[in-house]
């Protein structure tokens, strides 16, 4: 019941149009992101674990109070006395600890540009998604107009006598078929523009509506020089390298466990009626039966797993940019063909159609084939341009780069 009265109130409360273009999409995504949110928070646990490492001490200090009661032949007395002792690390351990959170630091915020970059690309792809919807939705929409009065024309054509059933029947199956297609569009189209305000954070009665494609550009690029491109980059790259870096000197550190540690006291203390005492001490922690086995294997274990996560994001980064090149190169030249051949022979149909129709030299089946061939010519060519779109937007978020900037990259051309 609930659900229901809220579906109610949104049905009802009045709708805001929010026009944005493609960078205003983009930028509104990157500030509104949970995924750049929690990148961003995560940067604190390492940044915390450097804090901690500034010091050479591996523990906190320890402070003792003691008090004793002294049986003597002049009477009893209580002695009291306070000890402050702190462990120090004298091999270095902590600098080494320190560097390899700050590799940690750096990984989370490489990490960041990349929650920056997988949003961004899916800022794209929503805002793509939702212009292709709303031509198709404007193209169906208009293609069912036509079919409907196409249909009532003959309707009239039937009742004059001048058309078989046969004609008419197929005029009132098409408009019924086009006008199915218009109504899945227009819920494509709903669906589409609930995408992009859930990407953008918009409220529930803000409607988001687009505005013109930047035109795709026609560059050539070389499959070897990307890869430097994408190496240099790609911040999930450079994090898995600076974590496997940090995990290696874990291991350093956890081998420097092997050296003593420096162990300092004072002591304060005061004898009743007497004396006061004040003094020092010095000692040593011998690793003697704890020798960092342990500590060492887990180092090691997680040094080896650092550097195959590293070289497994690589294969990856560079297997997702030679099928985004290809795919890039593949869906560019598909959308010129269609552009350049079919969907202009389709466009020149529909208007030679009208006019043949109109001066009487092809009856209503002529049209309705005619027409549907072009109508899906058309929608066809919607799809084609989207996934050139696509690829040209995958292709710059495999190289990290924006989509403007790819026939600038040095050395990537043919």
């Known amino acids: 019941m609930l659900l229901l009265l809220l579906s109610a109130a949104l049905a009802g409360a009045p709708q805001d149009t929010v026009s944005l273009t493609l960078e205003d999409a983009v930028r509104r995504a990157l500030a509104v992101s949970p995924q750049v949110l929690a990148a961003e928070g995560a940067v604190r646990a390492p940044r915390g674990e450097r804090a901690e490492e500034i010091w050479p001490f591996p523990s906190n200090p320890e402070l003792e109070f003691g008090r004793a009661r002294r049986d003597a032949p002049g009477g009893t007395t209580f002695d009291r006395g306070w000890v402050l002792t702190q462990e120090i690390e004298i091999a270095g351990q902590n600098f080494v600890r320190a560097g390899a959170a700050g590799k940690r630091v750096r990984a989370a915020e490489e990490l ?18 939702l212009v292709l919807a709303e031509r198709r939705a404007a193209l169906t929409d208009s293609a069912a107009a036509f079919a409907e009065r196409l249909a009532a024309f003959a309707r009239r054509q039937l009742e004059a006598g001048e058309i078989n059933r046969l004609a008419y029947n197929a005029a009132v199956l098409e408009a019924a078929r086009q006008r199915s297609v218009a109504d899945r569009a227009r819920a494509d189209l709903e669906a589409a523009a609930a995408d992009l305000a859930r990407v953008l954070d918009l409220p529930p009665t803000s409607v988001p509506r687009t505005a013109p494609l930047p035109v795709l550009p026609s560059v050539r690029l070389d499959t070897i020089a990307v890869f430097a491109v994408a190496r240099q980059r790609r911040p999930d790259i450079a994090a898995a390298d600076l974590v496997a870096r940090a995990a290696s000197q874990d ?164």
């Open 112 to 129: 960041i540009g990349d929650a920056r970059r997988l949003t961004a690309l899916e800022a794209r792809d929503s805002y793509v998604t």
């Open 251 to 414: 291991v350093t550190a956890a081998r420097l466990g092997l050296v003593p540690n420096l162990l300092l006291g004072g002591v304060l203390g005061q004898e009743e009626g007497t004396d006061d005492l004040l003094g020092f001490s010095i000692g040593l922690s011998i690793p003697l039966f704890h020798r960092q086995q342990a500590a060492t294997g887990v180092a090691q274990a997680e040094a080896a797993t650092a550097r195959a996560g590293y070289a497994a994001t690589e294969r990856s980064v560079l297997a997702e940019v030679r099928a985004a090149v290809e795919r890039f190169r593949r869906a560019v030249q598909a959308e010129e063909r269609f552009a350049g051949e079919v969907l202009q022979a389709a466009t020149e149909n529909v208007t030679l159609t009208d006019r043949a129709f109109a001066e009487g030299k092809v009856d209503i089946t002529d049209v309705v084939v005619l027409r549907t061939a072009a109508v899906n010519a058309q929608l066809e060519y919607l799809t084609v341009r989207g996934d050139a779109y696509a690829a040209w937007f995958e292709l710059a978020a495999a190289l990290a780069v924006e989509p403007q900037d790819l026939t600038d990259l040095s050395g990537a051309r043919q």
